[in-house]
């Protein structure tokens, strides 16, 4: 009985940690303030890739949750979170994050540059956060909540509101311009 029951501990280690989360840190050493953190976490088994973002006041985490198709954004200085679509052509798959996070560890490369996208910030709150999924109404329930849609690049140069700018490691810098994200 006892030889029995060790091969089968170790297969399920095995298999708990093929399915299990992982996280890298990774140090912002571009941040203004000369300080700063991002952690990735990657859970393969739920489809679901989590940023955070920790600079203090300026902290944010950002959930792409790639079965539903919506990110959402919650910035803590703003006590607000956002809500958009995944732009699935510039934003990497969870295979490419996966594999750039294990790659990079934390070394982003110097060349190409990130890709960006600019979000219009609706100012009307949502209601009903289920329709985005239960991980991101996990996220943003019990703070105001809003939709972002995304401005087309022709737009970008015209826009002259304020924006929120979430950069994420060295892959994706994302704006969210709008009345619910200026100072």
Request: glycine share 8%; charged share 20%; proline share 4%.
């Amino acid at each position: 009985m006892k030889f029995t029951m060790i091969p089968i501990g170790l297969l399920g280690l095995f298999i708990a940690s093929a399915f299990a989360d992982y996280n890298i840190n990774i140090n912002d050493d571009g941040n203004t303030a000369g300080s700063g953190q991002q952690t990735v976490s990657v859970n393969n088994e739920h489809n679901v890739a989590n940023i955070d973002n920790n600079n203090g006041w300026n902290s944010w985490n950002t959930l792409w949750d790639y079965n539903t198709g919506f990110a959402a954004t919650r910035i803590f200085d703003k006590k607000s979170c956002i809500v958009h679509k995944m732009k699935t052509d510039v934003m990497p798959s969870i295979q490419a994050l996966d594999a750039l996070v294990k790659e990079k560890k934390g070394k982003g490369p110097r060349k190409p540059s990130p890709k960006g996208l600019m979000y219009s910030v609706n100012p009307n709150q949502v209601d009903d956060l289920s329709r985005f999924g239960k991980n991101i109404a996990g996220m943003c329930q019990g703070i105001p909540t809003y939709v972002a849609d995304e401005i087309p690049r022709a737009n970008m140069f015209f826009y002259l509101r304020k924006c929120y700018s979430a950069d994420i490691l060295w892959i994706l810098n994302i704006a969210f311009c709008g009345s619910t994200v200026e100072n």
